[in-house]
């Protein structure tokens, strides 16, 4: 305070601002949020999470410790925190998912996309890289992750995300916004149970990771999953296998000859599926293929050309 004499006036201290947020005292402050629930594991969760929240690799939190914080960052990731340590998948907490080159918005109105759903996509761009244009429809798009993938990798000239569940489509359609510069394929939100909504014919690809597991087996799954993911995304009649069939019938009436139906299903059912498909007599070439654990997790075919 200035005295009128043009001194400063020493009576008062002047106010401390203290110490600068950084990563690294963030990462402590989530690690004690998290260790009742984690205990050993808290502090790389905490690293995990925080890398996740700001789209970063998971060194990230350890090379950057220095790096300051802002308080709304640190109101972002306490919130997160307080999330995982209620049991919310990291994934929920952070209110992202990686899923290949793409960073997505998830929450609990959709599943969490899964490494094993990647290489779904690759089956999918290994048999259609070779020419361009066309159309994909990707069957119970969730959050748009298989979708976006195919319009960003691969050479269709329009990808179709399906979902019966108009808040999953919210999702999918918030994310198919962030991407739309990086697209080389125009990416269409259609809302509809499986192929409903599609009344194209003539389709390059259907591909789909559709519900597939059994009522009966609901106690089976791991809280995480069972607790919190959409049980229509997860669940499924006539003991998993009504959703899937149902949608090789109808890719059999939509898919172009030569066209590719590329599905992940549960590897106690999956050539149960790929058997199915070779009886209903529209489709040549059927595998099963294994994902990277060696599980056998996908059914390939080509629709019929004759």
Known sequence: MNNGGGQVDRSRPERSEGPALTVATLVQQMSDLLRPT??????????????????????????????????????????????????????YAAGRAAFRHLTLDVDERVLIPRPETEMLVDIVLERTLSERGGTAVDVGTGSGAIALALATEGRFERVIATDVSLDALAVARANAERYAGRSCARVEIRHGSLLGGVTERGLRAVVSNPPYISFDEAAELPSAVRDWEPSVALFSGADGMATTEQLVREAACSLAPGGVLALEGDMRRIRVVAEFTRTLGAYVDVQVLADLTGRDRFVVARKRED
Do not use: N
């Open 38 to 91: 984690l205990g050993a594991d808290a502090s790389s969760e905490a690293r995990e999470l925080l890398a996740l929240i700001h789209d970063q690799p998971r060194h990230w939190p350890t090379v950057g410790a220095a790096q300051p914080i802002t308080d709304d960052e640190r109101t972002v990731a306490i919130a997160a925190a307080k999330r995982r340590a209620a049991g919310a998948p990291i994934q």
